[in-house]
């Protein structure tokens, strides 16, 4: 499923990004640009790096995405 229709960014996408290392959003816009033209898609593609996080990271606690600037 589509959830940047600007830049075409599936939730796959987001999923295989964070399976591969991706651990800050700024980190994922820039990878994929998902969120980088109207914006709309923010929230809810934080959402699906989220879960993407607790399935890939069970030791993370569940909707925990680390802030932006942290090391990968
Ligand atoms: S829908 Fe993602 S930037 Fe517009």
């Known amino acids: ?22 651990l800050s959003f700024e980190q994922l816009r ?12 923010e929230e809810h593609a934080r959402s699906v790096m989220a879960e993407a996080m ?3 990271l069970p030791g993370l606690p569940a909707g925990v995405v680390l802030p932006d600037g942290l090391p990968a």
């Open 54 to 56: 607790s399935n890939e």
């Open 30 to 41: 820039f990878e994929l640009g998902v969120s980088r033209s109207c914006g709309r898609c």
């Open 1 to 22: 499923m589509y959830v940047c229709i600007c830049n075409s960014v599936t939730d796959h996408a987001i999923r295989r990004a964070v399976r591969q290392g991706t």
